[in-house]
Protein backbone atom coordinates (compact mmCIF):
# COMPACT_ATOMS: atom_id res chain seq x y z
CA UNK A 1 0.00 0.00 0.00
CA UNK A 2 1.45 3.64 -0.86
CA UNK A 3 2.59 5.39 2.46
CA UNK A 4 -0.15 8.35 1.84
CA UNK A 5 -2.64 5.52 2.44
CA UNK A 6 -1.02 4.63 5.60
CA UNK A 7 -0.73 7.84 6.69
CA UNK A 8 -4.55 8.29 6.48
CA UNK A 9 -4.19 10.86 3.46
CA UNK A 10 -6.37 8.24 1.17
CA UNK A 11 -7.17 9.60 -2.50
CA UNK A 12 -8.88 12.23 -2.77
CA UNK A 13 -12.65 12.45 -3.77
CA UNK A 14 -12.70 13.22 -7.60
CA UNK A 15 -15.89 13.70 -8.38
CA UNK A 16 -18.29 12.27 -5.66
CA UNK A 17 -21.31 9.67 -7.06
CA UNK A 18 -24.57 11.23 -6.65
CA UNK A 19 -27.32 8.90 -4.65
CA UNK A 20 -29.33 9.18 -8.34
CA UNK A 21 -26.18 7.88 -10.17
CA UNK A 22 -25.49 5.21 -7.58
CA UNK A 23 -29.34 4.21 -7.11
CA UNK A 24 -28.91 4.12 -10.71
CA UNK A 25 -26.01 1.73 -11.21
CA UNK A 26 -26.67 -0.13 -7.99
CA UNK A 27 -30.01 -1.15 -10.10
CA UNK A 28 -28.42 -2.38 -13.20
CA UNK A 29 -26.00 -4.63 -10.95
CA UNK A 30 -28.45 -6.21 -8.95
CA UNK A 31 -30.48 -7.10 -12.14
CA UNK A 32 -26.84 -8.87 -13.33
CA UNK A 33 -26.63 -10.33 -9.26
CA UNK A 34 -30.12 -12.14 -10.13
CA UNK A 35 -29.18 -13.43 -13.51
CA UNK A 36 -25.61 -14.74 -11.59
CA UNK A 37 -27.67 -16.47 -8.87
CA UNK A 38 -29.83 -18.27 -11.33
CA UNK A 39 -26.95 -19.71 -13.53
CA UNK A 40 -25.62 -21.09 -10.11
CA UNK A 41 -28.66 -22.85 -9.63
CA UNK A 42 -28.92 -23.94 -12.94
CA UNK A 43 -24.78 -25.07 -13.48
CA UNK A 44 -24.32 -26.56 -9.67
CA UNK A 45 -21.65 -23.72 -9.08
CA UNK A 46 -20.04 -23.61 -5.85
CA UNK A 47 -19.17 -20.29 -5.32
CA UNK A 48 -17.74 -18.89 -2.22
CA UNK A 49 -16.33 -14.89 -1.59
CA UNK A 50 -14.40 -14.07 1.45
CA UNK A 51 -14.32 -10.61 2.84
CA UNK A 52 -11.64 -9.62 4.80
CA UNK A 53 -10.33 -5.41 5.61
CA UNK A 54 -9.76 -3.30 7.92
CA UNK A 55 -12.57 -1.98 10.82
CA UNK A 56 -14.18 0.44 9.75
CA UNK A 57 -13.58 -0.77 5.78
CA UNK A 58 -17.49 -0.96 4.75
CA UNK A 59 -17.57 -4.83 4.69
CA UNK A 60 -21.25 -5.12 6.23
CA UNK A 61 -22.70 -2.34 3.64
CA UNK A 62 -21.39 -4.00 0.60
CA UNK A 63 -21.92 -7.25 1.76
CA UNK A 64 -25.62 -5.85 2.34
CA UNK A 65 -25.85 -4.13 -1.26
CA UNK A 66 -24.70 -7.81 -3.15
CA UNK A 67 -27.14 -9.85 -0.78
CA UNK A 68 -30.80 -6.82 -1.00
CA UNK A 69 -32.15 -8.09 -4.23
CA UNK A 70 -31.12 -12.05 -4.45
CA UNK A 71 -32.42 -15.44 -1.91
CA UNK A 72 -30.88 -16.00 1.04
CA UNK A 73 -31.21 -19.65 0.35
CA UNK A 74 -28.59 -19.00 -2.30
CA UNK A 75 -26.45 -16.34 -1.24
CA UNK A 76 -25.73 -17.39 2.22
CA UNK A 77 -23.89 -15.37 4.82
CA UNK A 78 -21.68 -16.51 7.09
CA UNK A 79 -20.47 -14.20 10.12
CA UNK A 80 -18.54 -16.79 13.07
CA UNK A 81 -19.31 -15.48 16.51
CA UNK A 82 -15.62 -16.27 18.48
CA UNK A 83 -14.83 -19.96 18.73
CA UNK A 84 -16.18 -21.94 21.74
CA UNK A 85 -13.72 -23.45 23.84
CA UNK A 86 -14.46 -26.98 21.80
CA UNK A 87 -13.73 -25.16 18.47
CA UNK A 88 -10.59 -23.63 20.34
CA UNK A 89 -9.25 -27.38 20.40
CA UNK A 90 -10.07 -28.28 16.78
CA UNK A 91 -7.82 -28.01 14.30
CA UNK A 92 -7.98 -24.18 13.15
CA UNK A 93 -9.66 -24.73 9.62
CA UNK A 94 -12.47 -27.50 11.33
CA UNK A 95 -15.21 -24.66 12.19
CA UNK A 96 -14.95 -23.38 8.62
CA UNK A 97 -15.34 -26.38 6.84
CA UNK A 98 -18.85 -26.83 7.25
CA UNK A 99 -19.82 -23.68 5.90
CA UNK A 100 -18.26 -23.69 2.17
CA UNK A 101 -20.73 -23.77 -0.52
CA UNK A 102 -22.52 -26.79 -2.08
CA UNK A 103 -23.83 -27.03 -5.40
CA UNK A 104 -26.06 -24.31 -6.55
CA UNK A 105 -24.95 -21.93 -3.96
CA UNK A 106 -22.72 -18.32 -3.05
CA UNK A 107 -21.47 -18.55 0.03
CA UNK A 108 -20.00 -14.64 1.15
CA UNK A 109 -17.65 -15.16 4.41
CA UNK A 110 -18.05 -11.64 6.58
CA UNK A 111 -14.41 -12.29 8.12
CA UNK A 112 -13.01 -15.82 7.38
CA UNK A 113 -9.73 -18.31 8.26
CA UNK A 114 -8.09 -15.03 7.55
CA UNK A 115 -9.29 -14.16 11.27
CA UNK A 116 -5.98 -16.06 12.46
CA UNK A 117 -3.51 -13.92 10.24
CA UNK A 118 -5.40 -10.21 10.97
CA UNK A 119 -7.10 -9.76 14.48
CA UNK A 120 -5.90 -13.00 16.51
CA UNK A 121 -2.59 -12.29 15.82
CA UNK A 122 -2.13 -8.22 16.31
CA UNK A 123 -4.16 -8.51 19.12
CA UNK A 124 -2.44 -11.80 20.86
CA UNK A 125 -5.13 -14.66 20.58
CA UNK A 126 -2.36 -16.37 18.95
CA UNK A 127 1.16 -17.34 19.10
CA UNK A 128 3.22 -15.82 16.01
CA UNK A 129 4.16 -19.58 15.62
CA UNK A 130 0.22 -20.42 15.17
CA UNK A 131 -0.17 -17.60 12.47
CA UNK A 132 2.69 -18.51 10.48
CA UNK A 133 1.87 -22.29 10.44
CA UNK A 134 -1.42 -21.41 9.20
CA UNK A 135 -0.04 -18.87 6.23
CA UNK A 136 2.23 -21.80 5.15
CA UNK A 137 -0.82 -24.37 5.12
CA UNK A 138 -3.49 -22.06 3.86
CA UNK A 139 -2.73 -21.81 0.03
CA UNK A 140 -2.46 -25.29 -0.19
CA UNK A 141 -6.08 -25.69 1.88
CA UNK A 142 -7.27 -23.20 -0.70
CA UNK A 143 -6.16 -24.81 -3.77
CA UNK A 144 -7.82 -28.01 -2.41
CA UNK A 145 -10.67 -26.27 -2.56
CA UNK A 146 -10.36 -24.69 -5.88
CA UNK A 147 -9.90 -28.27 -7.48
CA UNK A 148 -12.99 -29.23 -5.86
CA UNK A 149 -14.86 -26.84 -8.12
CA UNK A 150 -15.15 -24.09 -5.79
CA UNK A 151 -14.89 -20.36 -7.03
CA UNK A 152 -13.10 -18.79 -4.73
CA UNK A 153 -12.76 -15.10 -4.67
CA UNK A 154 -11.15 -13.09 -1.94
CA UNK A 155 -11.44 -9.08 -1.03
CA UNK A 156 -9.59 -6.89 1.14
CA UNK A 157 -11.64 -3.83 1.99
CA UNK A 158 -8.65 -0.77 2.36
CA UNK A 159 -9.33 2.33 4.07
CA UNK A 160 -7.63 5.07 4.89
CA UNK A 161 -6.62 6.02 8.66
CA UNK A 162 -8.61 9.37 8.78
CA UNK A 163 -11.94 7.92 6.67
CA UNK A 164 -12.02 4.96 9.62
CA UNK A 165 -11.33 7.59 12.35
CA UNK A 166 -14.97 9.52 10.94
CA UNK A 167 -16.50 6.20 10.76
CA UNK A 168 -15.59 5.34 13.92
CA UNK A 169 -16.73 8.16 15.80
CA UNK A 170 -19.95 8.48 13.52
CA UNK A 171 -20.70 4.47 15.31
CA UNK A 172 -20.28 6.22 18.76
CA UNK A 173 -22.84 8.91 18.21
CA UNK A 174 -25.23 7.28 16.17
CA UNK A 175 -27.28 5.10 18.19
CA UNK A 176 -28.26 3.27 15.00
CA UNK A 177 -24.44 2.07 14.66
CA UNK A 178 -23.14 1.60 18.32
CA UNK A 179 -23.84 -2.53 17.72
CA UNK A 180 -21.31 -2.32 15.09
CA UNK A 181 -18.70 -1.66 17.74
CA UNK A 182 -16.93 -4.92 18.67
CA UNK A 183 -14.42 -4.81 21.50
CA UNK A 184 -11.60 -5.39 19.07
CA UNK A 185 -12.21 -1.98 17.04
CA UNK A 186 -10.71 0.64 19.28
CA UNK A 187 -7.67 -1.09 20.00
CA UNK A 188 -7.27 -1.33 16.23
CA UNK A 189 -6.93 2.16 15.91
CA UNK A 190 -3.98 1.92 18.36
CA UNK A 191 -2.50 -0.58 16.56
CA UNK A 192 -3.06 0.63 12.78
CA UNK A 193 0.66 -0.28 11.75
CA UNK A 194 0.42 -3.72 13.22
CA UNK A 195 -2.85 -4.57 11.16
CA UNK A 196 -0.50 -3.31 8.29
CA UNK A 197 2.43 -5.70 8.39
CA UNK A 198 -0.16 -8.12 9.19
CA UNK A 199 -1.82 -7.80 6.33
CA UNK A 200 1.37 -7.20 4.07
CA UNK A 201 2.46 -10.97 5.38
CA UNK A 202 -0.77 -12.15 4.42
CA UNK A 203 -0.60 -10.69 1.51
CA UNK A 204 3.08 -12.15 0.31
CA UNK A 205 1.76 -15.79 1.61
CA UNK A 206 -1.60 -16.04 0.36
CA UNK A 207 -2.04 -13.92 -2.39
CA UNK A 208 -1.81 -17.15 -4.65
CA UNK A 209 -2.61 -17.48 -8.82
CA UNK A 210 -5.62 -19.66 -7.79
CA UNK A 211 -7.06 -17.45 -5.32
CA UNK A 212 -5.55 -13.64 -5.33
CA UNK A 213 -6.41 -10.75 -3.24
CA UNK A 214 -8.13 -8.37 -4.83
CA UNK A 215 -7.90 -4.97 -3.03
CA UNK A 216 -11.08 -2.39 -3.11
CA UNK A 217 -10.08 1.20 -2.31
CA UNK A 218 -13.07 1.58 0.56
CA UNK A 219 -13.13 5.39 1.35
CA UNK A 220 -15.73 6.29 -1.18
CA UNK A 221 -18.36 3.40 0.03
CA UNK A 222 -20.66 4.03 -2.96
CA UNK A 223 -17.82 3.99 -5.45
CA UNK A 224 -16.15 0.66 -3.65
CA UNK A 225 -19.63 -1.32 -3.63
CA UNK A 226 -20.21 -0.98 -7.47
CA UNK A 227 -16.23 -1.25 -8.38
CA UNK A 228 -16.14 -4.48 -5.72
CA UNK A 229 -19.75 -5.81 -6.91
CA UNK A 230 -18.62 -5.47 -11.14
CA UNK A 231 -15.29 -7.19 -10.21
CA UNK A 232 -17.57 -10.15 -8.77
CA UNK A 233 -19.34 -10.39 -12.28
CA UNK A 234 -16.52 -10.76 -14.18
CA UNK A 235 -14.81 -13.29 -12.26
CA UNK A 236 -17.63 -15.49 -12.88
CA UNK A 237 -18.84 -16.41 -16.36
CA UNK A 238 -22.32 -17.04 -16.25
CA UNK A 239 -25.71 -16.94 -18.97
CA UNK A 240 -28.76 -15.60 -18.60
CA UNK A 241 -30.92 -18.80 -17.54
CA UNK A 242 -34.45 -18.98 -19.98
CA UNK A 243 -37.28 -19.26 -17.89
CA UNK A 244 -40.51 -19.81 -19.32
CA UNK A 245 -42.98 -17.07 -19.65
CA UNK A 246 -45.35 -16.60 -16.69
CA UNK A 247 -48.82 -15.66 -17.27
CA UNK A 248 -50.95 -14.97 -14.24
CA UNK A 249 -53.84 -17.08 -13.55
CA UNK A 250 -57.60 -15.84 -13.13
CA UNK A 251 -58.92 -16.00 -9.67
CA UNK A 252 -61.07 -19.11 -9.63
CA UNK A 253 -64.93 -18.16 -9.05
CA UNK A 254 -66.60 -19.25 -5.80
CA UNK A 255 -68.47 -17.91 -2.91
CA UNK A 256 -66.70 -17.00 0.47
CA UNK A 257 -68.36 -16.05 3.53
CA UNK A 258 -66.30 -13.62 5.95
CA UNK A 259 -65.52 -15.15 9.04
CA UNK A 260 -66.87 -13.42 12.13
CA UNK A 261 -63.84 -13.10 14.04
CA UNK A 262 -61.99 -10.72 16.50
CA UNK A 263 -58.94 -10.02 14.68
CA UNK A 264 -56.45 -8.02 16.55
CA UNK A 265 -55.20 -5.64 13.94
CA UNK A 266 -52.11 -3.74 14.19
CA UNK A 267 -52.91 -0.27 15.00
CA UNK A 268 -52.49 2.60 12.24
CA UNK A 269 -49.83 4.97 13.22
CA UNK A 270 -49.16 6.24 10.12
Known amino acids: MAENREAGKGRKEAGKLKRKQYDKELARLHVELVKLQEWVKHEGLKVCIVFEGRDGAGKGGT ?5 ERVS ?3 FRIIALPSPTEREKSQMYA ?3 LPHLPAAGEVVIFDR ?4 RAGVERVMGFCSDEQAQAFLDR ?6 DFVRGGIYLIKFWLEVGDEQQKLRFEDRIKDPRKQWKLSPMDLPSRERWYDYSRARD ?4 ATDSSWAPWYVVDSNDKKKARLNLITHLLSKISYKKVKRDKVKLPKRRIGRYKAADYPFKYVKERF
Open 72 to 74: PRV
Open 94 to 96: QRY
Open 63 to 67: IKAIT
Open 201 to 204: EMFE
Open 138 to 143: VPEYEK
Open 112 to 115: SWYN
